[in-house]
């Protein structure tokens, strides 16, 4: 048996389709396996099975539920890892991994597992109650994961299993409301990463508006680093961008050292961070975005020939015609049709340094020259800025190693299906192979033919 102690296979994306595939079958006999991603696909009977559910009123069809010999195939696959650590799945559209009770059962027989990805896993495979029943992890990441909802994930949050919990990321995942929200932060004491990305901001229940009262709303004494971005308010304050500011503002986040907000029109998080000389980097104002995207605003003063629209205006659920956008919208397989996916940082960084420039003109001190006989010599101002001198806090706007501008800086499971770096598109430079060859006069010719290869890109390994 070949590499009998394989610890991680990467590189390779294997689709599978629940028939069988030999790499599948060697790699579900390597017991000291530790890593595993699974990109599923539908297979040919779901692909002639589908079924209607209530998803039907959203555009969606929910795909049929396994065959009694495909759900016992993919559950054997995991009997022998009992080392597995980290598990990734993404479904693609139409396949699914239901019954529901199947992952719940697979996540059994993994007892050293601590880091979860899912990804667009259809309603019917994955919902509150296998949310419920996860073992204890330290990283759990649900990308458009449609079947569990705000209460599942504040019960969630309350439960033992999920002290543990280091690093929490939440992309377009149903989270409707800030009550919840600070459940979740409150409960979680071991968190030191969280993200939350949606097209919709959470909203403040009407119970609770009294708390609004009470500083900092939205607390953790652990978390370190916080990306929030809420796509659907390009050009204008959310109420829970405003809250969550505020919290910090109040000392709510006494550990926090790295916050990401691409989304910040009236740059109410950038003025939270140490000030920095510049923001952008020296070729964004000479780039071109890759894919269109819309430019987050940015405010130069605070007011306006138009009439600022009140963050309250969407504190709290309405019944007129004017809401928020819907939570279950975005969430179909290829994203939302009115909102990106996410925020790009390019932009976000000329709109953060637009702010600091617009700054500048705006001095925070004003110096006096007084003479002895107390008349004025001189007076002149210094100090614009943007920022809160004294603070821990850094503004962050770079997208994490191996992710992009365009992605809103975090990595996706769907990420760890690209190149991983070795692509040469769009006029990247490659490796020869020669890096560590010797040039000049001791060089010989055999060692110059030796030292080569075709040229590709660097690998980069990436981290979810």
Not at 30 to 46: D, E, F, G, I
Not at 85 to 102: D, M, N, R, V
Not at 337 to 361: D, F, G, I, V, Y
Not at 367 to 382: A, C, K, L, R
């Amino acid at each position: 048996m070949a590499c009998p102690n394989l610890e991680s296979l990467t590189g390779l994306t294997t689709a599978y389709d629940h028939s069988f595939k030999k790499i599948f079958h060697a790699l579900s006999t390597r017991r000291n396996l530790k890593q595993m991603r699974w990109l599923v696909q539908a297979s040919p009977h779901q692909k002639h099975q589908r079924i209607h559910s209530r998803t039907q009123q959203l555009g969606l069809v929910m795909p049929g539920e396994l065959m009694r010999f495909q759900e016992t195939t993919f559950l054997n696959h995991h009997r022998n890892w009992s080392r597995l650590e980290t598990l990734t799945i993404h479904c693609s559209p139409g396949a699914t991994l239901a019954p529901e009770t199947l992952l719940t059962t697979t996540l059994k027989c993994l007892r050293s597992l601590k880091h979860l990805h899912l990804s667009n896993i259809p309603a019917n495979a994955f919902n509150d109650s296998n949310l419920l029943a996860l073992p204890p992890l330290q990283t759990l990441a649900l990308s458009s994961i449609t079947g569990i909802t705000t209460n599942g994930l504040s019960a969630f949050a309350t439960r033992a299993n999920s002290v543990s919990l280091r690093k929490l990321h939440l992309r377009h995942t149903p989270l409707t409301s800030l009550a919840a929200l600070a459940r979740i932060l409150s409960n979680l004491r071991s968190l030191t990463t969280f993200s939350l990305i949606q097209a919709f901001s959470p909203v403040m229940p009407e119970e609770d508006s009294f708390t609004l009262w009470m500083m900092p709303y939205l607390a953790s004494g652990s978390l370190k680093k916080l990306h929030w971005d809420i796509t659907a308010h390009a050009l204008s304050v959310n109420a829970a961008d405003d809250i969550l500011s505020r919290s910090i503002a109040a000392g709510g986040f006494p550990a926090l050292r790295a916050l990401r907000v691409p989304n910040d029109p009236d740059g109410l998080f950038q003025d939270l961070c140490y000030p920095v000389e510049r923001i952008d980097l020296h070729m964004d104002r000479f780039r071109t975005p890759e894919t269109p995207v819309e430019m987050p605003g940015f405010s130069l003063n605070s007011s306006s020939n138009t009439s600022p629209i009140s963050p309250t205006r969407y504190l709290f659920k309405s019944s007129s015609n004017t809401s928020l956008p819907s939570p279950r919208s975005p969430q179909s397989p290829n994203g939302s049709s009115r909102h990106p996916p996410a925020t790009n940082l390019h932009a976000s960084r000329l709109a953060a340094q637009a702010r600091l420039e617009a700054a500048h003109s705006r001095p925070r001190f004003t110096v006096n020259v007084i003479e002895e006989d107390g008349t004025t010599t001189e007076t002149f101002s210094m100090a614009g800025f943007i920022g809160t001198s004294g603070s821990q806090i850094k503004y962050h706007l770079l997208p994490d190693v191996g992710s992009t501008d365009e992605k809103g800086g975090l990595i996706d499971v769907r990420d760890l299906e690209g190149d991983s770096g070795e692509s040469l598109a769009g006029g990247r430079e490659g490796c020869l192979g020669r890096w560590n060859t010797r040039d000049g006069f001791m060089a010989d010719r055999k060692e110059k033919e030796r030292w080569w290869h075709t040229e590709r890109g660097r690998w980069t390994k990436l981290t979810l």
